[in-house]
T-cell receptor, first 115, second 113 residues
């Protein structure tokens, strides 16, 4: 079964500094990988995805993520964090080999950007 | 930009009561999903629905749960007899086509007393 690990509970970063949110995954086949963001009292908003092609994918709001097959990782990055980036970030994986559409989510990381 | 909408935003119910959570997916999407998030825990897949039938369900989605697309626009999740442990945020999502991005609604927070 597919699964995702987000090892940190909270990520604190000063405004203007680089932001990294870590994600590792486990699938039996090839993965589709996703990052979602959740602001207070809002639903999950899609940020970016990796399906195939370039390992570095760019998404909304200046975020990017790098797929690393050997390390089974898909870390989310932003070169310069904004206070408005403070939110809950979820990594998710879909296992193409299982032939299903379900997304398996990590537990989420609270990102706090300090002014 | 089209959005998935959900009603109600909050629902409080007594244990044993039936609840119906409603979702309006994005209009040209063909695949529909329910997920839930118990407070402090992961978002968990419940069920996916395509062509008026369940295409996949998780072990959580037992006989107490059912889904329906009653009128071509709404997508509902019914919990027949709620338990305390059903208290969670329930998210609806839709996608087009099946490999497409899943767009999530804002969620319904269900509290079972």
């Amino acid at each position: 079964a597919q699964s995702v690990a987000q090892p940190e509970d909270q990520v604190n970063v000063a405004e203007g500094n680089p932001l990294t949110v870590k994600c590792t995954y486990s699938v039996s086949g090839n993965p589709y990988l996703f990052w979602y963001v959740q602001y207070p009292n809002r639903g999950l908003q899609f940020l970016l995805k990796y399906i195939t092609g370039d390992n570095l994918v760019k998404g909304s709001y200046g975020f990017e993520a790098e797929f690393n097959k050997s390390q089974t990782s898909f870390h989310l990055k932003k070169p310069s964090a904004l206070v408005s980036d403070s939110a809950l970030y979820f990594c998710a994986v879909r296992d193409i080999g299982q032939g299903n559409n379900r997304l398996a989510f990590g537990k989420g990381n609270q990102v706090v950007v300090i002014p | 930009e089209p959005e998935v909408t959900q009603t109600p935003s909050h629902q409080v119910t007594q244990m044993g009561q039936e609840v119906i959570l409603r979702c309006v997916p994005i209009s040209n999407h063909l695949y529909f999903y329910w997920y839930r998030q118990i407070l402090g825990q992961k978002v968990e897949f419940l069920v996916s629905f395509y062509n008026n039938e369940i295409s996949e369900k998780s072990e959580i989605f037992d006989d107490q749960f059912s889904v329906e697309r009653p009128d071509g626009s709404n997508f509902t999740l019914k919990i027949r007899s709620t338990k305390l442990e059903d208290s969670a945020m329930y998210f609806c999502a839709s996608s087009f086509p099946s490999s497409g991005d899943q767009y999530f609604g804002p969620g319904t927070r269900l509290l079972v007393l």
